[in-house]
Every structure is written in C-alpha cells, then in structure tokens.
C-alpha cells in the first residue's frame, strides 16, 4: 500500500482529489479501494486499520478526502469522523449495513457507500461534477 504523502492540498485539476485516506480493517477490500482511487487519478492513497493510526495519519497530513468503515474491530470510527469534520475534509462513511447503520446524530447526514460498492457511486463521492 502507498503510505506516501501528498506535497500539496489543492484538488487536481479535474476535481478528483490527490490525496484519500482509508479507514478501513479488512485488507482485501482497502487493496480494492486503493486500486480503484488510484485508477480514477487518486495520486496518494493511504490506508489505516485503526482509529489511532488513522489519527496519526491525519495528525501528519490531512487528507483531501476519506473512506472510513464504520465498524472496525473492536471499534467504530466515529473519532475520525469528527477529526475530519473539525478540519472540514469531507468524507463518507463505508458500511455493509446501509441506511441501518447506526450513526452519532451529529454524523448521521454523511454520506454512505455501500458495501459491495460501486465505482460510479464511488466516482461520485470523490467528484460529485464527474459524469460516469
């Protein structure tokens, strides 16, 4: 996986973003997403399995935009949520329970992704002016 940091905050000029972090505890799918984000133009893709490595993550960059799990093992990734939220980085939530997933009342209007996802549900997450 690219741990590798983005050198600047600017969204690329297609307003795909360069830099996307991955919160997420099953490798297999954080690969998927990895290659998929890198496939769209995604320049810098970082991953994190936990909620202090994804604080850690942001604590060095701040990423343009995250993916985060909702359920990690043993955790959820609400924390990261309202790290996010304080510095204004949007981001969506991942689960595979859909519009049942139990959120905080004051992250409850995110936006989700399902999981299995698609790439244009994805696509446009990352850039809602992309047309698939």
Not at 90 to 98: E, K, N, R
Not at 113 to 131: E, F, G, I, M, Q
Request: proline fraction near 8%; charged fraction near 20%; charge should be negative.
């Amino acid at each position: 996986m690219n741990l590798g940091l983005a050198t600047t905050m600017e969204p690329a000029a297609d307003g795909m973003p360069n830099d996307v972090l991955i919160v997420e505890d099953d490798p297999i799918i954080a690969l998927d997403f990895e290659d998929t984000l890198l496939g769209f133009g995604v320049k810098s893709v970082r991953t994190a399995q936990s909620v202090a490595r994804a604080l850690a993550l942001i604590d060095q960059q701040p990423p343009e935009f995250a993916l985060l799990d909702v359920s990690l093992i043993r955790e959820k990734s609400f924390a990261v949520a309202e790290r996010l939220e304080a510095l204004k980085i949007p981001f969506a939530f991942v689960t595979g329970y859909g519009a049942d997933a139990r959120l905080p009342a004051a992250l409850a209007g995110k936006p989700r992704l399902p999981k299995p996802y698609s790439t244009d549900a994805l696509l446009v997450l990352l850039n809602p002016h992309a047309r698939s």
